[in-house]
């Protein structure tokens, strides 16, 4: 028996393409349903350089599909908890952890240019179409890989992923979009979205807040992730 935590993933894509992994540089915006078990997967799978980047504490609601969030963490910062739990996967990662929105006032603060792959799980609009265009326009080899909405749904087999501008049926890729033609401020090139046609209405009227689900969130999550591992061993196979 091994005690290489990583063998597992060596067995299958080999010594070169963990290496690949542990020196690939990632940076992760919002650790909430989607973006936190992103990271998780990342972090199992052999990626050694993460920032995360989230401006939130852990709220009781936050329970029902958030890796981080349990009662011992209400009211910690998402990214604090986020790191420590990475931390306990794998001790030898980089992990630099950020509680700091991304928005006009910090976004030159990032240097996206210096991360090989930025992943998208903003939840507010304005600072998902600010991300989505300076991560676009960031020097390759940056690769922008972005979650749209995951709220309001059930079924995970409805789940896709296509370049952005081949989503339909997605309201937060509508209002991106609406956003993008009315400022005429666009993304730079193309990129890769999750998403789903499937939108549910809430069933409580009372309701201040879309309705989720972590079997929906994780694999949403779960996909970006192999997004960006498939990129690093696969890169001139990708769909």
């Known amino acids: 028996m091994t005690d290489n935590p990583f063998s597992r993933t060596e067995y299958l894509i080999g010594s070169h393409g963990l290496d690949l992994l542990r020196n690939t540089r990632v940076i992760l915006f919002g650790v909430g349903g989607v973006g936190s078990w992103c990271a998780e997967a990342l972090v199992r799978t052999g990626i050694g ?12 609601s936050n329970i029902n599909r958030q ?14 908890a986020m790191r420590r739990r990475l931390l306990e996967i794998n001790p030898g990662a980089d ?26 799980a903003i939840d507010s609009l304005a600072d998902k179409a600010l991300l989505i265009r300076m991560a676009t326009a960031a020097p390759r080899p940056t690769t922008l890989f972005s979650s749209m909405g995951a709220a309001r749904k059930l079924d995970p087999l409805q789940m896709r992923v296509s370049e952005f501008w081949q989503v339909k049926g997605c309201p937060l890729a509508a209002a ?12 730079a090139r193309k990129f890769k979205a999750v998403w789903s046609p499937e939108v549910r209405q809430n069933l409580m009227a009372d309701a201040e807040s879309n309705g989720s ?11 970006l992730a192999s997004l960006v591992i498939n990129n690093i061993i696969n890169p001139n196979n990708n769909r």
């Open 176 to 187: 991106l979009r609406q956003r993008f033609k009315r400022s005429g401020l666009y993304p």
């Open 67 to 80: 890796m981080p969030a349990t009662a011992a963490t209400i009211g910690e910062p998402k990214v604090d």
């Open 49 to 60: 350089h993460i920032t995360i980047v989230d401006p939130d504490v852990v709220v009781p």
């Open 213 to 223: 689900l972590v079997h929906i969130t994780a694999i949403w999550g779960m996909t």
């Open 95 to 120: 992990i630099c952890a950020r509680c700091q929105r991304y928005c006009e006032e910090t976004a030159e603060s990032f240097q996206l240019g210096q991360y090989d792959y930025v992943i998208d």
